[in-house]
């Protein structure tokens, strides 16, 4: 089956500690995108890449980093630098061949932090 | 001012029900427009997006658009329990593979 998938459904950490969040897709697309999702918020971007060794910022990029060492994978590390790190996260994929670059969504990883 | 404005509901309506929700946005550079479903605890999943302004039909559902207003709408028709969901609108420049502004969703309940 082709989509993304997102590990570990629910993640618990200690304030102060570094945690990496998963992201893979075997769609075969260039771009990958993390979302924050808050209450009342919607959907914030955090970094995306279009290509392998590439990345942008997103809105909220502060506190966060990513790496793009192959195609399929774009995990998401969110730093002890981070604010406020409990929050929904979804990783999100879509191909670059035409408008309007249809984004599919991982099932997403709740990270709360105490 | 958020650029994408949408009421969080929730919204509570009997089975059969048309559903009509709304998002209205600031930037009319905006070309494409877009509905996600997202059911609870899941990523979200593309219903439909229109190009600009008009309608779009799939089903059940209607997209309209109304570039000179700012405001699109998604009409549900024959609401079923399994449109329970939060309903989010998505927007974008043309060409801009990074860049989808969401609303913050609306969360719709179909009762029986």
């Known amino acids: 089956d082709g989509g993304i998938t997102q590990s570990p459904k629910y993640l618990f950490r200690k304030e102060g500690q570094n945690v990496t969040l998963s992201c893979e897709q075997n769609l075969n697309h260039d771009a990958m995108y993390w979302y924050r999702q808050d209450p009342g918020q919607g959907l914030r971007l955090i970094y995306y890449?279009?290509?392998?060794?590439?990345?942008q910022k997103g809105d909220i990029a502060e506190g966060y980093s990513v790496s793009r060492e192959k195609k399929e994978s774009f995990p998401l590390t969110v730093t002890s630098a981070q604010k406020n790190p409990t929050a929904f996260y979804l990783c999100?994929?879509?191909?670059?061949?035409?408008?309007?670059?249809?984004?599919?969504f991982g099932p997403g990883t709740r990270l709360t932090v105490t | 001012q958020k650029e994408v404005e949408q009421d969080p509901g929730p919204l509570s309506v009997p089975e059969g029900a048309i559903v009509s929700l709304n998002c209205t946005y600031s930037n009319s550079a905006f070309q494409y427009f877009m509905w996600y479903r997202q059911y609870s605890r899941k990523g979200p999943e593309l219903l439909m997006y229109?190009?600009?302004?008009g309608n779009k039909e799939d089903g059940r559902f209607t997209a309209q658009v109304d570039k000179s207003s700012k405001y699109i709408s998604l009409f549900i028709r024959d609401s079923q329990p399994s449109d329970s969901a939060t309903y989010l609108c998505a927007m974008s420049l043309t060409g801009t593979a990074s860049k989808l502004t969401f609303g913050t969703g609306t969360r719709l309940q179909v009762t029986l």
């Open positions: 999100a994929s879509s191909s670059l061949d035409s408008d309007p670059y249809e984004q599919y």
């Open positions: 890449s279009q290509i392998v060794n590439d990345f």
């Open positions: 229109t190009y600009s302004s």
